[in-house]
């Protein structure tokens, strides 16, 4: 990410888009708003979040903003951690050797 600018900034550009093409795929958000959300000027709201999640197809800004920033889901909400899909694979096949031990300690 690059200093002086937030997650919905970089979210925005990894899915190269302008502050103003982006504010054209969203009914709420104009480009000067955004402008101030990615430059933490404004306090974000959840309506925000579900606009821009949808036009970045970034469903993870979603939990972000509830595990960093919501009252209630800093409390609640434990942040997602991104993972390829070979680690998990990796961390599911080692868990399954570790049951599948315990079920024959069980057995025996």
Known sequence: MEQN?????DARKKAGMTQAKAS???DTISEDRLARIEKDKVNVTPEDILEMAAA????????YYCAHEC????QEVPALKISQLS????????????????KNRLIE
């Open 24 to 26: 054209a795929l969203m």
């Open 71 to 74: 009252a209630i889901g800093k």
């Open 87 to 102: 680690d998990i694979v990796l961390n599911m096949l080692a868990s399954l050797n570790a049951m599948d031990e315990k």
């Open 56 to 63: 970045y197809k970034r469903p993870d800004l979603c939990n």
């Open 5 to 9: 600018k937030n997650i919905y900034a």
